[in-house]
């Protein structure tokens, strides 16, 4: 049985490998600069005439200092709120009656623009995103109503959120010494008190040609895009940009508590240790070790959690594990887990159970044969993933963003099929300590006494 399981993980890596390796070679991709810095980045996708054009600035929350957070976001917001040829809202429906998808988002390492849109529109796209870029207006009326959408929104996906509120709070003690403690849509003390001028001094420091890669995927060559970029970013002049240095950590800052009373009816544990990216990294194996320890912890129904705490101990309703090797700055290794309670455990026992399956990975390697499976099912979604075009598009970014190279994208199975299991044990053993670690355990809110 187990020779068999062997075989049956081995052709499947090799059934995988195939059509990743496959895609590198029959999808060209081609780096540029224009004179002005701007970076462009093409990867030929014939398979129907349709592009995704992305364009990424190297900003977002983890560049914002105390008193000033959000601002990544909220100027995400007023790019669609006029320039200089448009007027509020007017370059939207103008790739609206063109059958284009558009969109925006922000996070931690970067703000990124796109469209999705017939091969033969593109110069719009370019047209529409370097005029914003180049002359980006924020009217006083219009950023008085959006900054009102956003506290609301804030509201919504944050505050009346408990489970994002509980997360929210966390990464406060999570990150000690870095700027990825600040929220992405900002702390409602600093929206209230933002102001236009902030706005405009955020724009103009950071939303410069030189600051933003373009990424283009899809059934164009680099010679037309070339010729387009030239054409509309070309005029754009270079400015100079503050210097932004990595987000790093503490390597071992000491355990770390936290109780948080949110309004759940459950009560849900959060356990995270402070590791290094890919970006940050001396051991590129070792990171890439951690992700596939995450995947052997919660990489579906056979993965240890749910066999484990869920299905076998019957421990946890829940449990989940997940990494972040891409971001510019040290990451972090996060658990969650919501105790049984109907079977009478808490969140001590939920933690403990945990820890139990940390020590286990620490003491002995995975087998060979579990390790395959796992690394299958991380390479089948990387397969999956690279089939659609803006996923693509949205790796080359993120990973030129973060301060990595689009090659990565395409040397990624390799590297996972190098991690042997003797490296998961190690990676555990060095990461997943409790010197390393943050925890918080969220409760239902306590009822106050009612007087009699």
Not at 272 to 290: E, G, I, M, Y
Not at 349 to 354: F, H, I, Q, T, V
Request: glycine fraction near 6%; charged fraction near 25%.
């Amino acid at each position: 049985m187990l020779l068999t399981l062997r075989r049956c993980a081995a052709l499947l890596l090799i059934a995988l490998h195939a059509p990743l390796a496959g895609a590198a070679d029959s999808q060209p991709t081609h780096e540029f600069f224009l004179d002005n810095g701007l970076k462009v980045i093409v990867r030929e996708d014939h398979r129907a005439p349709v592009v995704v054009s992305q364009l990424w600035y190297k900003v977002g929350s983890s560049y914002e200092t105390a008193g000033l957070t959000g601002l990544s976001h909220v100027v995400e917001h007023m790019m669609f709120k006029g320039s200089a040829k448009l007027g509020p809202g007017e370059a939207s429906r103008i790739l609206r009656e063109l059958g284009a998808e558009e969109n925006a988002f922000t996070s931690n390492d970067y703000t990124a623009y796109y469209q999705v849109l017939a091969r033969d529109r593109l110069a719009v796209a370019f047209e529409l995103e370097a005029d914003r870029l180049a002359s980006l207006r924020l009217p006083p009326e219009e950023f008085a109503r959006e900054i009102e959408v956003i506290k609301e929104e804030r509201r919504l996906r944050t505050d009346d959120k408990p489970s994002a509120l509980a997360f929210e709070r966390f990464k406060t003690i999570a990150y000690p010494a870095s700027g990825y403690r600040n929220p992405t849509i900002g702390w409602m003390s600093d929206l209230q008190r933002m102001t236009a001028d902030d706005l405009r001094n955020w724009y103009e420091a950071w939303y410069a040609p030189n600051n933003a890669t373009l990424v283009v995927v899809g059934d164009v060559t680099a010679d037309e895009v070339k010729g387009l970029a030239e054409r509309y970013f070309g005029p754009i002049e270079k400015r100079q940009v503050p210097t932004a240095k990595a987000p790093l950590e503490l390597a071992e800052p000491g355990e770390r508590r936290l109780t948080l009373h949110v309004k759940t009816q459950l009560p849900s544990l959060l356990m995270a240790f402070n590791v290094p990216s890919l970006s940050t990294s001396d051991d590129a194996r070792q990171v890439h070790a951690l992700r596939l320890v995450a995947a052997l912890l919660d990489g579906g129904y056979s993965a240890r959690l749910a066999e484990t705490l869920e299905r076998g101990e019957e421990l946890v309703t829940s449990a989940s594990a997940w990494y972040d090797a891409y971001t510019r700055g040290d990451s972090l290794f996060v658990l969650s887990a919501t105790p049984n309670v109907q079977k009478g455990h808490d969140l001590d026992a939920a933690e403990a159970g945990l820890w139990a399956q940390l020590e286990r990975l620490k003491q002995s390697p995975p087998s060979s044969d579990e390790l395959a499976r796992v690394r299958a099912q991380v390479i089948a979604g990387l397969v999956y993933e690279r089939d659609s075009i803006t996923q693509q598009a949205t790796t080359i970014g993120q990973l030129e963003t973060v301060g990595l190279s689009w090659r990565l994208m395409d040397d990624e199975l390799a590297a996972l099929e190098a991690v042997t299991p003797e490296d998961i044990q190690q990676a555990a053993r060095t990461y997943l300590t409790r010197a390393r670690l943050s925890v918080a355990h969220v409760l239902p809110e306590q009822k106050e006494a009612q007087d009699e």
